[in-house]
């Protein structure tokens, strides 16, 4: 039988069209529609979803459900942020990624980041006081932030009235998904 457990809740992966670490957008993406969460992955602009594997090889094309400034932010609960070091650089660049980013820690709703994806979060100005972990280049970007950057595979962090989730890289997925999945099923 399937696993249900997360029917009814809404995430929104917010990536570029190019670069983003491949397992950290489709193996969070496959596995929490497997759990019954409807998943819109938003592009910030036109076209497909190219990814990469170690930052540097080819990964599969991804189709975009839409592009970010055509969703309803306000109607998730969840804001995904994959990383991959070309993805997270040009994201945080992107002035609606940024919005987003703003608009669900302002509504206290939960924002999860992977790899390089706190970067957004850094362009974003919601780290003060929060603790996170990261890929290790960008622990110095965070403490820089007014964030506490910790070395663990997962973090979830409350402070300031919303929940941030934080992972260090794809090794580290089950532990990121496990989170969420806590998350969402306690009503993100």
Request: proline letters at 4%; glycine letters at 10%; hydrophobic letters at 40%.
């Amino acid at each position: 039988m399937a696993d249900t457990s997360l029917n009814g809740r809404r995430v929104l992966a917010v990536v570029t069209t190019y670069g983003v670490e491949q397992d950290e957008l489709v193996v969070p993406v496959q596995r929490l529609r497997d759990r019954g969460a409807h998943v819109d992955v938003a592009a910030v602009s036109e076209g497909e979803i190219r990814t990469l594997v170690g930052d540097k090889d080819p990964g599969k094309t991804v189709d975009p459900d839409l592009t970010l400034d055509r969703a309803d932010t306000s109607s998730y609960d969840l804001l995904l942020v994959p990383g991959g070091t070309v993805n997270a650089d040009t994201l945080r660049l992107d002035e609606g990624a940024v919005a987003a980013v703003r608009s669900f820690a302002e509504s206290g709703r939960t924002v999860a980041a992977i790899c390089h994806g706190p970067w957004l979060l850094v362009e974003a100005g919601v780290l003060e006081g929060k603790t996170l972990t990261s890929y290790a280049s960008v622990a110095t970007d965070i403490r820089n932030a007014g964030g506490t950057w910790v070395d663990k595979p997962v973090m979830r962090c409350t402070a300031n009235g919303w929940q941030l989730i934080t992972s260090r890289t794809p090794d580290d997925l089950d532990d990121f998904l496990g989170e969420i999945g806590t998350a969402l099923e306690a009503g993100a």
